[in-house]
């Protein structure tokens, strides 16, 4: 895993920032006329790496319509691949839980085949351009082939979506030749660094101070702030993966709306959370709707009035501003909730739900909140601390787990309202979240399910897990070894009845 560290410049002048926009504007013109061709299926299989269709260019003795210098458009070159690759791999991540869902259905060797397929984005390339790659290392016969290929062909074209384009122009990259770091001492006799950006012009760079002071190397993104009209320089640098302490203990987190996170002890970490999406929410809503009621407005005005509403009425700088503070203060309680997490139980392994799945909202407002909770920054928070203080992250399948009882095993929406859980069944009753956090605990060592387990058959494992620990309370110990297969059929009979006796009265 990599590590992204982000630099900052001062204000840059306004000569400097010119050209910064225009290399941006160029490479990202450049970019897409090299994402044309890897966006065809054929192109982008048939090429092992970037370095082919770079060689190839070269030999041609090509010459950009962009007037970029060499080691620039080549640049663009590579980043095309890169984002045309990253965009085959996120399909495959969306395709592996819709393939382990094939699992009763499938024979072992589709679903190794089916695998085989989505482990690698060029042969996933390479299938959906028409080819049927076929593995030497396992057998499968033909009409297994074509049953998953077709299924797979099926999918993508459903999930793919538009191909990739560049559309904003904000951004380039740099390797380790088109750069230089220079370093002085200023007059409070601190060490500061600049760094020396290849130019449109040969032989000739600009540069702009940095604050701060780090190391620069390997190959650099450069991202224009036009918000505050200074740039960031994005290093990464590689992260070797600690060893995790086995003795250290295993607790699970249920990430929450009024809290942070709540482990299984009852914990709540960052308890004002609520209270900031809340405040967030409420602010962002009713600016939202002042500015819907402006548009109507401007849309009914005179010209001269239209044109006082949208300058002094529709600006989008403060809005900019508010909801980039607003998530800079969300994203600080999240890393906090987590160094919380961290000191007070130095764990091995931290459990959570899939944190890059959002289910329903029972309202409008609630449906903010979720939005505001971030959740895929908190995903990669974890698993960048995870390798940076030494544990392990597990994402474990959330379905039931905030409705199920762990005393009695009893699965019911209603036995939980708010925060307050109260078994139906068996009356026990406790905090929501530490529940959930119960239950995700347990779930982590579940064989059965999965984290890709489907929803309808998850609730099937609990019911089927419900009526089996009610059988055991009906039936005496002594008679687990005597029954008959009708002793058995009578006693499961009076379980049914009793589990829908007590589900009528729920209703």
Known sequence: MRRTVKRYSPQINQGKWQQLCQIARLFRDE????????????????????????DDLV?????????????????????????????????????????????????????????????????????????????????VTYTEQKRVRNYLRRVVRRKRGKRC??????????????????????????????????SLIPRKRIVIPLTGH?????????????????????????????????????????????????????????????????????QLNRTG?????????????????????????????????????AKIRIEQQISQAIHQVIKKHKPAIIVTERLDIRGKAKSKGMSRLVNYWMRGSLKERLDF?????????????????????PTCLFVHKGNRVGDIFKCLNCGHTDHADRVAAINLLARYYDPDITIYTPKSLVWSILQNRFIASLEKLVRPPEMMDELTVSGRTDIYANVVSERNAVTQTLH
């Open 214 to 282: 780090t190391t620069i190397a390997g190959n650099i993104k450069i991202v224009l702030d036009f918000h505050r009209q200074c740039v960031e320089v994005h290093v990464g640098f590689a992260m070797e993966t600690p060893k995790v302490d086995s003795t250290l203990p295993t607790i699970a987190l249920d990430a929450g709306v009024s809290e942070v996170f709540t482990d299984e002890k009852g914990h709540a970490y960052e308890p004002t959370f609520g209270k900031t999406l809340t405040k967030v929410s409420k």
């Open 289 to 325: 709707k002042a500015r819907n009621k402006s548009y109507k407005l401007k849309d009914k005005s005179s010209q001269h009035k239209t044109h006082r509403i949208a300058k002094f009425n529709l600006g989008k700088k403060k809005l900019r501003d508010r909801r980039r503070k």
């Open 385 to 405: 601390l995870a390798l940076a203080e030494g544990f392990c992250h597990k994402q474990v399948n959330p379905a039931y787990t905030s409705q199920m009882c």
């Open 165 to 198: 384009v560049a559309k904003t122009s904000r951004s380039f990259e740099l390797d380790a030749n088109m750069y230089s770091v220079f370093e002085s001492v200023g007059v409070d006799g601190n060490k500061k660094q600049s760094i020396g950006i290849m």
């Open 59 to 139: 030999a041609q003795k090509y010459k950009p319509d962009t007037k970029l210098q060499a080691r620039q458009w080549k640049m663009t070159v590579k980043t095309a691949h890169d984002t045309v690759e990253r965009n085959w791999c996120a399909l495959a991540v969306a395709l592996k839980p819709m393939i382990a869902q094939h699992k009763k259905v499938w024979s072992v060797a589709e679903m190794h085949y089916a695998y085989w397929l989505v482990y690698s984005d060029k042969r996933l390339s390479e299938l959906i351009s028409g080819n049927a790659p076929v593995s030497e290392d396992f057998e």
């Open 31 to 54: 970019k897409n006329y090299h994402l044309r061709y890897y966006n065809q299926d054929q192109s982008y299989s048939g090429d092992k790496d970037d370095t082919q269709l770079r």
